[in-house]
């Protein structure tokens, strides 16, 4: 599928956040541009600079305002704009670390390429500043034709008539003008004039509404994962149930009680319970010997022994599930994730339960449900052999290299800038 006239060494150059969730699902398809000879570049905040050094990438370390996975989830707020300020804030005071870091002597100097994570706005900046091309990469559900209108419109009319949501607007107006850009902050963010979107196609909403000129769907880059360590189901497990609530909003301890309360001590059943950083066995009080508490495990890993998934319904968990062919019984906690748990109980390979509603009683049902449903099984099957023929971590290299070539007619390699 690569086209050898497109791949001769350049300079690429990757911008994200301390996310995991935002992380993750570039660090293969960084592995595979360094593996084709590719320099790249990735700027990170420090806390996850060795990650990304595993890749083979080049860390670009900058400092980060925006609350981080080991901060108490409550700092992102409650509202819309709570969510969302946070993001311009950072962006304003990063821009100026980033032009030092890659202009300044001794910098990393200006890339041929520009790719990016969707909430990385300096990146969109800097590509224009720098007359390079940039291309989003989205690890979530990205707009479809109509989107403005059925979603985004009514979510900000609210807040939009508010003082703050006005001044939000103001500000990131403001903050696009003087660097030479006109956009309306609402396109510059949300639609990217090239995107590759690192979800199955089968967890997008109105996916037949999709530009395909714009968005290109590749489905998951998940890798081996190996580095991230195994795990082995215990012997005379009839049945594993993997429970995890992501690496964000995990500050649930009554959720937790539930699940142990559910599937504690039911025969013939293995319980792998993730409860993150500010959650510790001692909260739960007894836990049966068939509950395993984890602060962390390798999810992958799990997955492909598991016969269910409670799930917050994270992109990256969601899709995680579906590539294993794992039943899911998502309990969303913020963001996408309403939505993509919506998007599974239509596909129907799982049960969307409110976290108001995630009672013992109604998670053990709806488990047990879902694992003895053949038809459930069917249609995972289904999805699993779908999501392999959408290209992965080499079509998502492909396309990018595809944009290296676009960039002009004269030599693309600039490793010796």
């Known amino acids: 599928m690569t086209n050898p006239e497109q791949t001769q060494p350049a300079h690429i150059a990757m911008f994200s956040i301390a996310a995991h969730g935002h992380v993750n699902p570039s660090l293969e398809v960084i592995r595979e541009l360094v593996a084709r000879g590719h320099r790249v570049t990735y700027a990170i905040p420090h806390l996850f600079a060795d990650k990304v050094a595993e890749t083979g990438a080049e860390p670009v370390p900058y400092t980060s305002t925006l609350p981080g996975p080991d901060d108490d989830p409550a700092a992102w707020g409650t ?12 962006a304003i005071q990063v821009l100026p670390q ?4 890659y202009e ?3 910098g990393a100097g200006v890339p041929d390429l520009v790719i990016h994570d969707i909430t990385a706005y300096p990146a969109i900046v800097l590509a224009r500043r720098w007359g390079v091309p ?10 479809w034709d109509g989107y403005e209108e059925e979603v985004a419109e009514p979510m900000w009319a609210e807040p939009k008539r508010t003082e703050r949501g006005r001044a939000y607007y103001a500000k990131f107006t403001d903050w696009l003008r003087e660097n030479g850009i006109a956009d309306h902050p609402d396109p510059f963010v949300g639609r990217p004039p090239r995107s590759l ?6 967890l997008q909403p109105n996916a037949d509404r999709v530009d395909t000129t714009r968005y290109s769907f590749v489905g998951a880059c998940q890798g081996d994962r190996s580095g991230q360590g195994d795990w082995q189901r215990p012997d005379g497990a009839e049945r594993v149930l993997l429970v995890s609530l992501g ?11 539930a699940c142990v309360e559910a599937f504690g001590e039911l025969p013939g059943w293995h319980v792998v319970l993730q409860v993150g950083k500010h959650v ?12 395993e508490v984890r602060n962390w495990v390798p999810q992958l890993s799990v997955l492909r022994q598991a016969d269910a998934f409670i799930t917050h319904a994270g992109a990256g968990g969601s899709q995680e599930g579906l590539a ?8 969303p906690q913020a963001a996408d994730q309403f939505g993509n748990a919506d998007v599974l109980r239509a596909l129907g390979v799982a049960r969307h339960v409110p976290k108001e509603e995630a009672t013992a009683d109604v998670l053990r049902e709806a488990v047990l449900a879902l694992v003895d449903d053949p038809e459930v099984a069917r249609r995972l099957a289904a999805i699993q052999r779908e999501m392999a023929e959408e290209g992965g971590t080499p079509r998502a290299a492909d396309l990018i290299e595809v944009e290296l070539g676009r960039r002009n007619s004269a030599p693309i390699g600039s490793i010796g800038r």
Not at 98 to 101: D, S
């Open 79 to 90: 509202t819309l704009l709570d969510n969302v300020e946070p993001f311009l804030n950072d």
């Open 104 to 106: 300044g002597d001794g």
């Open 134 to 143: 940039a291309v989003s990469l989205s690890p979530n559900l990205v707009a």
């Open 247 to 257: 690496s964000s909003f995990t500050k649930q301890p009554d959720f937790y009680r």
């Open 280 to 291: 510790t066995a001692d909260d739960l009080g007894a836990v049966p010997p068939n509950v």
């Open 197 to 202: 979107v690192l979800i199955p196609r089968a």
């Open 324 to 331: 294993t062919a794992t039943p899911m019984v998502c309990v």
């Open 98 to 101: 980033l032009i030092e870091a």
